[in-house]
């Protein structure tokens, strides 16, 4: 057997007999709380940024294509999709899907109330993937193959409260233009994404009601919203689509369109590292408490191993091995207690949160696998290396000394 790791065995095993016993219960302790608490930190965080980007992406996309106009409202300057264009976005395979959309404000009229809404006209192709799980009553839209339009809408909770209206019910909407006209449809469904500033604007109809209001064509769209597959491909999609989109035409990102929200993931980014840095601190500061006191403990010992020859690097290796033995427990600790807790917050959604306040009813964790992993290699790496620090006194002891240490 390995000497210094028999002697580090030997010290680990004086359990009752020593205070540095109960200090190591404390180190190995204090490691599964700081490992835990990185762990539930970056699973809360991913899990709110993750939460809330499906409910941005699903009214937005990450890119929308439009025709660039000097028009300040939300009316929208028709284009149709060029056949570049088109064999782009079916080749690239950093997009994923797009949607055909048509914008419009207009005001729905009630029996009782009235509102003013800002229309997103949808095609039979639209992909309600992520939108479905916004639909809290009702379904969403089928469009009557007999028809010029669909005459259908969907409302949010929201409006659905303002304009005290319920499912089935026929509603007007009001175009203001010149000359005004006027629509009813039927409220097939009603949609919460929770977060405010979509569910106060937006109402979702038929692309060809609003083609058929503005005078389009049957092929004229507002914008083409675009999906990616990874949205680290942002930028580099975006200067591949300026190279092929007509000169008259414009990108937008969502992160132009929606920079409250970006501006916030950033801000939680920057808050989560110094959180991290200090718990990191408090751990490595607990670690190397513990060794300082296991060393002064086994002074004499240090002492009789000189005496007999020991080098102080044979020495250093018994402490830092029973360092490394302690984070390994702490990590096991910590691992268990973070996974465990991300497992039944995730099954029983235990505690809630305020939906006004931060866009969901509860808090949400994310199964990042690969961040688990980093931050355990993470927590070994750095510790392990800070811990080499309380060892450099052992080369400060001297045999005839220590052997005369008392406790």
């Known amino acids: 057997m390995n000497t210094e790791y028999f002697l580090a065995q030997k010290i680990r095993k004086t359990k009752g007999k020593t205070f540095s016993s109960s200090v190591i219960n404390i180190g190995i302790t204090s490691i599964a709380i700081g490992v835990a608490a990185i762990m539930l930190s970056f699973s809360v965080l991913l899990g709110f940024k993750d939460t809330i980007k499906e409910k941005l992406f699903s009214m937005s996309a990450h ?85 010029s339009y669909g005459k259908e809408i969907i409302l949010s909770n929201t409006l659905k409260q303002l304009l005290n209206v319920k499912l089935g019910d026929d509603i007007l909407i009001n175009f203001i233009q010149n000359p005004p006209r006027a629509r009813k449809v039927e409220i097939v469904g009603f949609y919460d994404t929770g977060i405010e500033d979509i569910d106060n604007a937006y109402a979702i109809v038929d692309i060809d009601l609003i083609r058929r209001i503005n005078d389009w064509e049957p092929d004229e769209i507002g914008h083409l919203e675009v999906f990616l597959n990874d949205f680290e491909q942002l930028e580099p999609t975006v200067s591949s689509l300026y190279d092929i989109i007509p000169q008259d035409q414009q990108i937008h990102r969502i992160t132009q369109l929606l920079p409250q929200f970006f501006d916030w993931f950033n801000l939680l980014d920057r808050n989560i590292i110094i959180v991290l840095f200090l718990i990191i601190i408090v751990a490595s500061f607990n670690m190397v408490s513990v060794l300082l006191i296991m060393i002064m403990e086994r002074t004499p010992m240090i002492g009789l191993l000189k005496s007999l020859g020991a080098r102080n690097q044979m020495i250093q290796k018994i402490f830092i091995s029973n360092a490394v ?20 917050q995730d099954q029983f959604k235990l505690i809630p949160l305020d939906p006004e306040n931060y866009y969901m009813s509860y808090v949400p964790v994310s199964w990042s696998w690969l961040t688990f992993l980093l931050v355990n290699i993470a927590t070994v790496i750095l510790v392990s290396l800070i811990v080499i620090l309380p060892t450099l006194s052992i080369l400060k002891i001297s045999p005839v000394k220590a052997l005369k240490y008392k406790d």
């Not at 284009?79 to 729905?108: D, Q, R």
């Not at 033995?325 to 039944?344: Q, V």
């Open 63 to 147: 890119l929308q294509i439009s025709k660039i106009t000097l028009n300040q409202s939300f009316e929208e300057a028709p284009f149709v999709i060029n056949e570049e264009t088109s064999k782009f976005i079916n080749n690239n395979e950093s997009i994923a899907s797009i949607n055909a959309i048509a914008l419009k404000s207009a005001l729905l009229r009630s029996d009782e109330e009235i509102s003013g809404v800002l229309l997103k006209g949808v095609d039979e192709n639209y992909n309600w993937q992520l939108f479905e799980e916004n639909i809290k009553e009702g379904r969403i839209l089928q469009k009557d193959t007999s028809a």
């Open 325 to 344: 033995i302690i984070i390994l427990k702490g990590l096991a600790l910590g691992n268990f207690i973070a996974l465990g807790f991300c497992f039944i």
